[in-house]
């Protein structure tokens, strides 16, 4: 099943703070709760928007600024399946592993808003079905996989007891 793209209206350098305000990083525990924030001041009611399993695509360096994991871990909650950068910022990119938020490097320029997206993590494609163009994308590392398939670094150590194995 296929599911949508939405891009933001600023693509490159959409830092932590962009994500999730600094006004609710602390307020707000419940990451259900604050993922209703996200990018609150880019675009009031933006995560109305969002169905569990869209996209998010974005230019380069998404997730500069800040290294708390709330950004990572409110888009997740959010119901966003992915999100699609050109390039990301290294501690987020690191971040949204550890809470199984999956990222995908690829050109994103022939993403629009609203097209309608597969991601194919075995081919290392993502299908524009709106387009009928593949766009190749980064493998991701086979830890980065294990990781996302447990739903993040915490519950991946829970069930193994360790990395032992994998590094």
Known sequence: MANYAHRLKIENDINTDYIISGRYKFKIQDMKELSKHIFEDLEEGFYKKIKPGDFLVAGDNFGCGSSREQAPAALKASGLCAVIA???????????????????????????????????????????????VNIEIEPIPNIMREFLNKGGVVEYFKEHGGFEGIL
């Open 86 to 132: 050109k390039s990301y910022a290294r501690i987020f990119y690191r971040n949204a592993f550890n809470v199984g938020l999956c990222l995908v490097e690829c050109e994103t320029n022939y993403i629009d808003d609203m097209d309608e997206l597969e991601l194919d993590l075995e081919k290392n494609i993502v299908r524009n079905l709106s387009k009928g």
